[in-house]
């Protein structure tokens, strides 16, 4: 059982007008919803990290539907992630552009690039999308998407290959 306290939300609820069967989606807040809020559960804890980034980097998901729901939240990283491969010098087949459709994703671990970095070079030929690049540790067993055929970078190898050792040498 939580202890954490429900706010009462002011919210447009779509309903359907019982007198005439039709759905109606109204424009102005005609309901309450019952919410907890993440930092209700501030006050249960010792230590609470905060995190700042930059406003494109920010997908809150509030929403089962919208810009602020998982997909929006997909979108928006998939539109990053591509703007990165485009800084980085890369290009991708048809112009295509990212979003939170399967067919038309664009990740990049984090393991591989965390904001952006060590990109460059790496993008020499058009990508298609869906693409996601892994890094070698995440690919294991695992197809890259994308036709996407990367140069050796410490970042994206397994430490022990002798390969590894020699780009660590140099």
């Known amino acids: 059982e939580s202890t954490q306290p429900w706010h009462a939300v002011e919210d447009a609820i779509p309903h359907v007008d019982l007198a005439t069967g039709v759905r109606v989606v109204p424009a102005l807040p005609n309901a309450y919803r019952l919410s907890m809020f993440a930092a209700d559960g501030f006050d249960a804890v010792n230590?609470?990290?905060?995190?700042?980034v930059a406003s494109g980097e920010f997908a809150p998901i509030k929403d089962i539907v919208g810009e602020r729901s998982a997909a929006g939240a997909i979108a928006r990283m998939a539109v990053l992630h591509q703007g990165w491969i485009i800084e980085a010098g890369g290009r991708f087949c048809e112009d295509?552009?990212?979003?939170?459709?399967?067919?038309?994703?664009?990740e990049i671990s984090p393991l591989v690039s965390y904001w952006g970095e060590d990109l460059g070079?790496?993008?020499?030929?058009?990508?298609?999308?869906?693409?996601?690049?892994?890094?070698?540790?995440?690919?294991?067993?695992?197809?890259?998407?994308?036709g996407l055929r990367r140069e050796m970078s410490l970042r994206c190898l397994d430490t022990g290959t002798p390969e590894a050792r020699a780009l660590e040498e140099t």
Do not use: I, T
């Open 47 to 52: 230590r609470v990290v905060g995190l700042q």
């Open 121 to 146: 070079g790496q993008f020499r030929e058009a990508v298609s999308l869906p693409l996601m690049v892994v890094s070698l540790q995440e690919s294991q067993g695992h197809a890259v998407d994308g």
């Open 96 to 106: 295509a552009v990212a979003s939170e459709k399967p067919n038309m994703r664009c």
